[in-house]
Every structure is written in C-alpha cells, then in structure tokens.
C-alpha cells in the first residue's frame, strides 16, 4: 500500500524560500505522478502542480508557474516543492497525493500525505 509523508513546511519571511518533500513508500512508489495542493486559511484546495512518474512532464497552476518548482528523485521515493520569491497569499497547508498520471482534479488522487504548514509573514 503506497503511503506519502510530506515534510518541510516552516515559518518564512516575503520573498524567502522553502523546500517541502513528499516521500513515498510501499507499493512501487516511482510509478505514481505526484500532485501537489494547498489550502489557504478559509479557502478551498487548489492545485499547485504536478510530476509525471519519470518526471519527464511537470504541470503548475498560473501562480506557481515562475516561483515554484517540482521535481523528484526516484531513487529516494522523494518528490520537492521548492517555493521562491514566496508571498503572504503562499500561506497555507501544503499537500502531496499520488495518482496514475497528473491531473487537476482531486478525486484522482490517493493516497494522501498529511500536510505540511507554510506561513508566510514577516
């Protein structure tokens, strides 16, 4: 059973930088895209982007598209998201989900990880 654990959410200042990890285990771990979410305080979930298996094709939503960068290293069952030039509207609970290929629709995600908080404030 494939089971994700993300890690690496802190406390950051504008601008600044963060590296979330998503890292898988169980069951073929390095066969699954991994999508990455975020929930905003009071607002629903949206998608930041997402990897193919291979990692040969990535997706990001408009607002992650120049700041944010996914990739992944197979041999670590370990999929990033590294977050730049980070704003206040970043704030949020972050989450990776595994899928068979990369899609913008939650529902074909599972498993889960449980979320990792990004607070951006000064």
């Known amino acids: 059973q494939l089971q994700l654990v993300g890690s690496g959410g802190g406390l950051v200042q504008p601008g600044g930088s963060l590296r979330l990890s998503c890292t898988a285990s169980?069951?073929?771990?390095?066969?699954?895209?991994i999508g990455w979410f975020r929930q905003a305080p009071g607002k629903q979930r949206e998608g930041v982007g997402c990897?193919?298996?291979?990692?040969?094709?990535?997706d990001y939503a408009d607002f992650a598209e120049d700041r944010f960068i996914i990739s992944r290293d197979n041999s670590k069952n370990t999929t990033y998201l590294d977050l730049s030039s980070l704003k206040s509207e970043d704030t949020g609970v972050y989450f990776c989900?595994?899928?068979?290929?990369?899609?913008?629709?939650?529902?074909?995600?599972?498993?889960w990880g449980q979320g990792t908080q990004v607070t951006v404030s000064s």
């Open positions: 169980g069951y073929a771990p390095d066969y699954y895209a």
């Open positions: 990897i193919e298996a291979r990692g040969t094709r990535r």
């Open positions: 989900a595994a899928a068979s290929r990369c899609s913008w629709y939650e529902e074909r995600y599972q498993p």
